[in-house]
T-cell receptor
Framework: ETGVTQTPRHLVMGMTNKKSLKCEQHLGHNAMYWYKQSAKKPLELMFVYSLEERVENNSVPSRFSPECPNSSHLFLHLHTLQPEDSALYLC?????????????FGPGTRLLVL | LAKTTQPISMDSYEGQEVNITCSHN???????ITWYQQFPSQGPRFIIQ???TKVTNEVASLFIPADRKSSTLSLPRVSLSDTAVYYC?????????????FGTGTLLAVQP
């Protein structure tokens, strides 16, 4: 138990659906992150939020839309996804957004796009 | 950001000491070296971090030579539950963003 929770743990959606992934951290951290991990590929950083402000967007397609309403919650809104978007989506948090801050990861959401 | 190179996989037996080496030839003066562990279908978990010489905690040791162009994660007396992917990352404090760059990592397989 890392103090970072993600829901749902598993999600199957069609290409025309709209869904949202939720992340919550109970650690009092100021920074939150979304990562994508595809099969047999390294983790890819998608978005970084520091004090609820997006500070990084790694050329992620617009069909992925993040939202950070407060420092404890992070959402990833999904719409018109493609089958290649099937992956494990991981949320993480850290005290600050400095490079060497230890990041605490949630268990991830396993997404399958049909 | 410094690029890291690790072996793709390693095999070991229970009770043995395992050493995983990471190369980071273009490490910068301000860079720290951090190792994470990831089990299947879980998020990575922080193991250890260091800048130079040796760092030890309850889980592992990290050896960093004087030139800092490589580092070695040492896991004492591994068990089956240590089977996981181990990532070496290099980065520095400061800046507006925290860009942890994960490589492919080293898959450690511990056998009985």
């Amino acid at each position: 138990e890392t103090g970072v929770t993600q829901t749902p743990r598993h999600l199957v959606m069609g290409m025309t659906n709209k869904k949202s992934l939720k992340c919550e951290q109970h650690l009092g951290h100021n920074a939150m992150y979304w990562y994508k991990q595809s099969a047999k590929k390294p983790l890819e950083l998608m978005f970084v939020y520091s004090l609820e402000e997006r500070v990084e967007n790694n050329s992620v397609p617009s069909r992925f839309s993040p939202e950070c309403p407060n420092s404890s919650h992070l959402f990833l809104h999904l719409h018109t996804l493609q089958p290649e978007d099937s992956a494990l989506y991981l949320c993480a948090s850290s005290q600050g957004s400095g490079m060497v801050e230890t990041q605490y990861f949630g268990p991830g959401t396993r997404l399958l796009v049909l | 950001l410094a690029k890291t190179t690790q072996p793709i996989s390693m095999d070991s037996y229970e009770g043995q000491e395992v050493n995983i080496t990471c190369s980071h030839n273009n490490i910068a003066t301000n860079d720290y070296i951090t190792w994470y562990q990831q089990f299947p279908s879980q998020g990575p978990r922080f193991i250890i971090q260091g800048y130079k010489t040796k760092v030890t905690n309850e889980v592992a040791s990290l050896f960093i030579p004087a030139d800092r162009k490589s580092s070695t994660l040492s896991l004492p007396r591994v068990s089956l539950s240590d089977t996981a992917v181990y990532y070496c990352l290099v980065g520095a404090y400061g800046g507006a963003t925290n860009k942890l760059i994960f490589g492919t990592g080293t898959l450690l397989a511990v056998q009985p």
